[in-house]
């Protein structure tokens, strides 16, 4: 059975807008994909916690506060922390390119600048998802041990 | 990376049933995503200790907003808690959109609390089988109560009784009168019914018609089914809900019905899973897709009829079946 692509969306922080982050929700649901809305004013460590319990396979992060340079790297931080690096961060908002740059350095795969058009984001989860996947089989099967999810 | 095979390995198991977050969710996706039923053969000697409540009704009822608060009721007798809220997959894309946890934020951190957004994918008759499988793996996990809550209702989703020792169906006013819970097979199903959003108006009258409603079924079934008004946002009657789930539980024990129901539900359980199994089967093998097509233009023009094509492949299978004994 194809395993489904299970996303969540969070809303860090303070900012009280998240048509954004609802309208790129119902695109990747409309792409196929399984994903979990946690709703505004989450913590980091909710967000988190949350992408561990529903076993995701990318957290992306909407901010519009200006306050991606600190939540970004302390998602990072707390997914190390839980030993949960394979979950690939993404993100977007309403962050200046050079903040993007910096942050795709620190460990955020993937930045997306405001106006991206929803099927670039489908198509580069669908593509790195994909290459995830395919990663862990192999090692799997390596590992003596036929089985797998996919 | 940390994503090892967790098909069967004992270290994961002990890791399991000691209730590992990061565990219980790779293995709910395995079973989730696998027809191979291993891991479930594992973990099944370590289950039956959970309490299942079940929580269903219509879309918007307040469902998700109560699961909140009766968690946070039951924390505080220093219960595990598993939860699984389930929302429509989207027959066009299969995708789905899963907002149970906007409701839930106050359990998000919890130690105690596991939440886990399921979901329905293609399931044809009933809760989704997969529930059933996660539901067992939350069992495993050394859970005290597992919270079901299904999508909102239509007809396929009665058989959430068949998972649950107590079932809440939750209506509100605007749901209509009683009469429509009652055509939807709602109440056949409830152990407790919760009218939920008493804030607003009509409230009591639906309280009345349900009570009219239930009088001629308490006098049957030896268990008074309580009818209960709670404002799931402002915490009000739920002290109230709780303390009928626990009592609908003793009645359960006291009466010895709490084993008979599990045996009931296995045995259902065990019909499905071979009817599933059997289906999976003649789809893959036996049923030709390509010669039914072409038979397919004769039953188009009426020179066949679906009835006699039925008939005879199910025969010529039973036969075949019986010949080989
Ligand atoms: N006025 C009022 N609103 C409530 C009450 N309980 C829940 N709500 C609101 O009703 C809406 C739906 O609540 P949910 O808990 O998401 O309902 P649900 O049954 O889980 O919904 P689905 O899972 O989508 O079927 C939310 O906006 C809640 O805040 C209540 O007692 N009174
Ligand atoms: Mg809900």
Redesign the pocket.
Known sequence: MDRKIRVIIGKPGLDGHDRGAKVVAAALRDAGMEVIYTGLHQTCESIVEAAIQEDVDIIGLSILSGAHMTIFPKVLNLLKKKRAEDIILTGGGIIPEEDMKKLEKKGVKKMFGPGTPTTEIVDWINENVRAKSKKTKTKKIKKKTGKNRS | MKNEDISIKMNSLKKLLKGDKRIIAQTISAVENDTNTKILETIFPYTGKAYHIGIT????????????VIAKKLLEKNNKIGII?V?PTSPFSGGALL??R??MTDLALQKNVFIRSMASRGSLGGLASKTKDAALVLDASGMDYVLI?T??VGQVELDIAQVCDTTVV?L?PESGDSIQAMKAGLLEIADIIVV?????EGCDRLIMELKFAFELRDKQAGWHFPILK?????N?GIEELVSAIDSHRAYLHKSGKLEDERKGKLMLRIHELIEEKIRAHLKEKIIKEDELKIMIDKVYKRKLNPYRIASNIAKGIIKSQTRRK
């Open positions: 009704g219509p879309p918007g009822a307040g469902k998700s907003t109560l699961v909140n809220a929302d907002g149970d906007v409701r809550e999508i909102g939750i509100v939920n959003k008493g804030d607003r709670t404002i799931a946002t402002e009000k």
